[in-house]
């Protein structure tokens, strides 16, 4: 009896060790260093600020997160967070909590709040002169001056899941769940409508349903998404430059690096897609099934994701770097150095698929669940900031 009591303490002394090892000794440059969990009442998903912190919204505050990952300040709330916070450029944080919606100061304190008569679907987009844009699951587009007045609202064809877009020129983009993109004058009067149908693959068109936020290339070109997974380009215009039938949902908002390239996730084979903005594959890996998950750009040119099957980096050309395996396994023959008792974690909880946020210090903000956030300490980098799009001001769903 003595022997086996020994051997099992043997045993759980040398799992522990194999844990720090794993987890603390960072030999590889794509190692977890690092990692600890936060549990919250619910989570919408992170969103990291030009000073470092990270804002997470709950079901009933505004939690930020120090660049060491450590609490900052909470900011107490009545309703839950409806979606990811968006930071503007003065480090103001604006979101929407049940009817109303909120800018909060750096420091934890309300700038402001506005009442409202429906709930925001979508999260704010801020403008150059600090106007805020919030779509509602009533269809309504509402735009609220610097000081949270409002300006105007324009009422669509349908729910609105999706963040608007602001371009260059005071243009607002917005896509309804009836499957309709629009774009509106600055002055909140409609200045063309596209309604998207299955063209790409059937003369018997047939409207679909729109859950990605519009993203802008640098000529104007507005790249999204459909539920029916056929990805569109169209033009400032509102004419169709392309587009390409995926066979399966695309609900993720791209992301447009500094030398053009496209990013977006989805469709039937569960990839991450990089495309050059005339609409030909560069590349395609598999990462599995990414529902509210969007392509996060970072510093060295790589792409952070997350997906039901773990949390990846993948280099500019489409090679792995990092990946954190979840629930199912993805892949064969992965190094061993993969296999960090995290992976253990995620076999059994699996990984949320929502949009990673890495700050300026490298630490990478994930959902394992609705509920649980996880921090990870590695060397991955901070966010790009020469990226095309999202512009600062905007983060993906």
């Known amino acids: 009896m003595q022997i086996v009591k020994k051997i099992i303490a043997l045993t759980l002394l040398i799992l522990c060790s194999v844990t720090l090892y794993f987890v603390f000794s960072g030999r590889s440059s794509d190692r977890v260093l690092r990692s600890y969990r936060f549990r919250l009442p619910s989570c919408s998903g992170a969103v990291s600020a030009s000073d470092g912190t990270v804002y997470v919204g709950t079901e009933s505050s505004l939690r930020a997160f120090a660049e060491d990952g450590s609490d900052k300040w909470m900011f107490p709330l009545q309703g839950e967070v409806n979606d990811l916070p968006t930071a503007g450029n003065d480090g103001t944080i604006y979101f929407s909590a049940g ?4 800018a909060v100061k750096p420091d934890g304190t309300l700038h402001w709040i506005t009442p409202l008569t429906q709930v ?3 999260s704010p987009a801020i403008g150059a002169e600090g106007d805020v844009y919030v779509g509602s699951y009533e269809g309504n587009l509402d735009a609220f001056d610097a000081n949270g007045s409002l300006k105007w609202q324009f009422l669509t064809d349908g729910r609105i899941f999706t963040s608007p877009a602001v371009a260059k020129d005071g243009t607002v983009y917005v896509a309804t769940k009836a499957g309709t993109l629009f774009a509106l004058n600055p002055n909140g009067t409609q200045n063309w409508r596209f309604p998207v149908t299955n063209s790409a693959t059937s003369r018997a068109a047939r409207q679909v349903s729109i859950q990605s936020s519009p993203a802008i290339g640098p000529d104007g070109t507005i790249y999204f998404g459909t539920d029916e997974g056929i990805f569109f380009a169209v033009d400032s215009k509102g004419k169709e430059r392309w587009s390409t039938n995926f066979n399966g949902q695309i609900a993720s908002t791209p992301a447009i690096s500094k030398d053009g390239t496209l990013y977006f996730n989805g469709g039937k084979e569960e990839c991450l897609y990089a495309f050059d903005l005339h609409g030909k594959e560069k590349w395609k890996a598999h ?5 509210d998950s969007s392509p996060l750009l970072l510093s060295d040119g790589s792409i952070c994701i997350a997906s039901e099957e773990g949390l990846f980096i ?13 629930k199912r396994r993805v892949g064969q023959n992965w190094p061993d150095w993969l296999k960090s008792p995290l992976s253990d974690y995620f076999n059994i909880y699996g990984f949320y698929p929502m949009t990673p946020c890495v700050n300026k210090r490298g630490l990478i903000f994930g959902n394992v669940t609705e509920k649980e956030l996880l921090v990870i300490e590695g060397r991955c980098g901070g966010e790009a900031k020469d990226r095309l799009w999202p512009t600062p001001t905007r983060r993906q769903k």
């Open 314 to 326: 993948i280099d500019a050309g489409g090679k792995q770097k990092f990946c954190l395996l979840g």
């Open 99 to 102: 009817k109303a919606l909120y």
């Open 287 to 291: 990462i599995g099934s990414t529902y």
């Open 120 to 122: 925001i679907g979508s």
